[in-house]
């Protein structure tokens, strides 16, 4: 079956880094494009960014030039490194694949959290 395992969150400085990792399994990686979303307390999710199966990647505004997704289909893992983090990066972040209209997946998410 699909699965989808987040690492990498934790407790971070504002200014600071972190690199999240999607660990993929179950289906044909490298044919499907990636995505990672974000939830915030009392907020919606949203979308953070999104990389092709050729790795053409988008991002949301707010994250432009701070973070970076990336993919290693040797590995059937997707990374966003997070760069100059700022208190409203602080969420659950999730990784989400669609194979087909009827059949998306989400992983558990990994908290990220920015606070001096």
């Known amino acids: 079956q699909v699965q989808l395992v987040e690492s990498g969150g934790g407790l971070v400085q504002p200014g600071g880094s972190l690199r999240l990792s999607c660990a993929a399994s179950?289906?044909?990686?490298?044919?499907?494009?990636m995505s990672w979303y974000r939830q915030a307390p009392g907020k919606e999710r949203e979308l953070v960014a999104h990389?092709?199966?050729?790795?053409?990647?988008d991002y949301a505004d707010s994250v432009k030039g701070r973070f970076t997704i990336s993919r290693d289909n040797a590995k059937n893992t997707v990374y966003l490194q997070m760069n100059s983090l700022k208190p409203e990066d602080t969420a659950l972040y999730y990784c989400?694949?669609?194979?087909?209209?009827?059949?998306?997946?989400w992983g558990r998410g990994t908290q990220v959290t920015v606070s001096s």
């Open positions: 989400y694949v669609k194979i087909t209209v009827l059949r998306d997946y």
């Open positions: 179950g289906f044909a990686f490298s044919r499907y494009a």
């Open positions: 990389i092709g199966s050729a790795a053409r990647t």
